[in-house]
């Protein structure tokens, strides 16, 4: 079991490590090409393809990750006003649904691909792509993330990630989490200010709208 | 199934608020809301399949490049320390002019906050940063806290901005245009934040007190300028003028950019694996997040002018008769509320579809419109009572800090942005001119 535990974990941490090889590998094509084309090259239009395509499978690849990490915005007005033991109950209705959300479309994701497996369908570009390669990690990706909600439940940790709220309510208390801040040098002068742990909560979220752990922005942001 | 537009809407924008509320996920909540839809309107399962077929479109788009690149490019800025290092520049360059803090925080927050043009991710950081410090000072609350409020009004208008670029896309507009047209408002936005501390600081000397910094000599200067300063802002000008310029589209000025940073940090030594994997990580959580969001858009807005509520609210929009200006300013009201509880990708999702079609009806050019409802959809980030960015700044403020502190410090940066926003409307030129320039 604990060999089927381990092998799983390398898939989902190997897609997420492949979801960021595929954002540095089109950070590079996109910059070659715009070099050939300026060295008077003929550029290829199965760059372009790759491309959107990379667009769809890093997602794909990524979102079980960063179902695993918590990190997934949420909005936190209700649950912050609700006592624990109902936060609690809440959050194990939370897991529920999204595992369904994530399982109906895992489903209809793989049915999806087996009609385009069947029909042949292909996905016109630069190229005749067969369709289902590139569909299919669409609900790959959806059964890992219902998988990934099934786990946190299974495990009692929280499906979402800490609440930023709890800082704002009781800013005394201290945070642990200060590894976004590890990697920032504090400009000289602050340095010997004394910073309390508390005001240093790398917020990845608001009061109202939280993500888990890590990360210094979020998907305002994104 | 048919029903009139008015309910296909409420149950159309309700069941992914509802689930929103309930603490779902964001982007969990809106494919729910999403399949449910379409299990309504769509024909049952076969809606379901829909979905995901529209999904593969709409997420398999070129124009969603930028999107990771810029997001990538943020997080290298930050994880190399290159940004940091500006923020420190600024900080001995400023000398002693009162109020010192304040502007570097200005500085030091877009530098931050620019390309991931998020808000809430500076905020907190500047905030845990920053105000201890100015606290230290003597600084008075509201000058050491406004000025990271008014950050992200900046952050989202000045290029790149990885907001603007889905925006763009989820309204159909031209994403190098709307990119481009943020430049001037841009700079508008930072001579009016920073007048409005030079002004403070005059009337109420005693709000940022001076004191004694270190003092750095000329030739340390003219060294933080060359070594700290220009290399980073130009890496930034560079993207913006090989978009400016035409020689590069926004999607391969966004990937020459984030190259440039890596080629940056690398000169400076700074370039560490750990740093490398930091930032890929870092640009792959809102990478993913936004994507999911996207997954569910096209079958969203599909669905919207399906069941014909899109239309339908759109014709009652234009019944009540208002003039085009009264309208803008009903949508930028109604983002406002909308910014109380959602995050900007939500507010996003769920207004583009209307607001854009409804901008075109009434014959606005898109760019223009698009530039206000960025900065509409930054000021409902920080209008009480509810903005998120409020909570944000109590969380990391010092435990004395009350949120009438925070509502206080945050309304004259507001007003500045609201300001800029009826400059535009008044105005347009000023977010139009550019990019008409650079065709």
């Known amino acids: ?222 | 199934m048919s029903l009139e537009w008015y309910w296909a809407a409420a149950v159309l924008f309700g069941i992914s608020i509802v689930f929103m509320m309930m603490g779902i996920p964001v982007a969990i909540a809106f494919c729910a809301g999403n399949i449910m839809g379409a299990v309504l309107f769509m024909g049952g399962t076969n809606g379901i399949i829909q979905t995901i077929n529209n999904g593969f479109g709409s997420m398999t788009t070129f124009a969603l490049v930028p999107i990771p690149m810029f997001l990538l490019m943020g997080e290298l800025f930050y994880h190399t320390g290159l940004a940091t290092r500006c923020f420190n520049a600024a900080d001995k360059l400023l000398g002693n002019i009162p109020g010192r803090l304040s502007y570097v925080t200005l500085i030091g927050g877009t530098a931050f906050a620019g390309p991931a043009g998020s808000s809430m991710g500076a905020c907190a950081l500047l905030g845990s940063l920053m105000v201890p410090e100015m606290a230290k000072r003597g600084y008075n609350k509201y000058l050491s806290i406004g000025p990271i409020m008014g950050v992200g009004g900046l952050a989202v208008i000045i290029p790149p901005s990885a907001l603007t670029v889905l925006l763009a896309t989820l309204g159909q507009t031209d994403v190098g245009d709307l990119l481009i047209a943020g430049i001037i408002p841009g700079f508008v936005l930072a001579v009016m934040y920073g007048v409005l501390i030079w002004a403070w600081t005059k009337w109420d000397p005693s709000a940022a007190p001076q004191y004694d910094a270190p003092p750095v000599g000329r030739d340390e200067k003219i060294r933080l300028i060359f070594v700290d300063v220009v290399p980073m802002v130009g890496v930034i000008a560079f993207s913006v003028l090989i978009m400016l310029t035409g020689w590069a589209t926004p999607t391969e000025a966004a990937a020459l950019g984030a190259l440039s940073v890596v080629v940056l940090a690398a000169c400076y030594r700074t370039m560490t694996w750990a740093a490398w994997v930091k930032s890929l990580e870092g640009a792959l959580r809102i990478t993913v997040m936004s994507f999911l969001i996207i997954f569910g858009s096209a079958t969203f807005a599909n669905m919207l002018a399906f069941t014909g509520a899109s239309s339908g609210l759109m014709n009652w929009a234009l019944s009540f008769d208002l003039a085009p200006i009264g309208m803008v300013l009903v949508m930028i009201g109604i983002i406002l509320f909308l910014g109380c509880f959602m995050d900007q990708l939500s507010m996003m999702l769920l207004t583009a579809p209307i607001f854009f079609p409804l901008a075109k009806t009434l014959g606005f050019d898109l760019t223009w419109f698009g530039l206000i409802m960025l900065l509409a959809l930054e000021v409902g980030y920080t209008t009480p009572p509810f903005g998120l960015l409020l909570f944000v700044m109590k969380g990391v403020a010092p435990p004395d800090t009350t949120m009438k502190d925070i509502y206080l410090a945050a309304m004259p940066f507001i007003a500045c942005v609201l300001i800029l926003i009826g400059v535009i409307m008044v105005f347009p030129p000023i977010a139009t001119w550019l990019p008409k320039m650079s065709h």
């Not at chain 1, 990524?62 to 997934?72: S, Y």
């Open chain 1, 1 to 222: 079991m604990s060999l089927l535990a381990r092998s799983y974990d390398r898939l989902m941490y190997g897609m997420a490590w492949c979801a960021g090889f595929l954002m540095a590998a089109m950070m590079i094509s996109i910059c070659v090409d715009v070099v050939l084309r300026n060295l008077g090259f003929q550029s290829s239009a199965h760059l372009f393809t790759f491309t959107e395509y990379a667009l769809l499978i890093m997602p794909c690849l990524g979102a079980p990750w960063l179902v695993r990490e918590r990190g997934h915005v949420y909005v936190e007005i209700v649950l912050m006003h609700l006592s624990a033991a109902n936060r609690h109950r809440m959050g194990i209705v939370i897991g529920v649904f999204c595992i369904t959300v994530c399982a109906v479309l895992a489903w209809y994701g793989f049915d999806v691909t087996w009609t385009n497996y069947t029909r042949r369908d292909v996905d016109v570009r630069s190229m005749d792509m067969p369709r289902w390669m590139i569909v299919i990690f669409i609900p790959l990706s959806f059964a890992m993330m219902a998988f990934e909600f099934l786990r946190h439940m299974l495990r009692g940790t929280s499906v979402l990630g800490d609440m930023a709220s709890a800082v704002a309510l009781k800013p005394s208390d201290p945070i642990d989490d200060v590894s976004a801040d590890e990697t920032l040098p504090a400009p000289a002068y602050v340095k010997p200010a004394p910073v309390k742990p508390a005001s240093v909560k790398p917020a990845t979220g608001g009061a109202v709208t939280s993500a888990g752990s890590g990360g210094r922005s979020t998907g305002d942001g994104t």
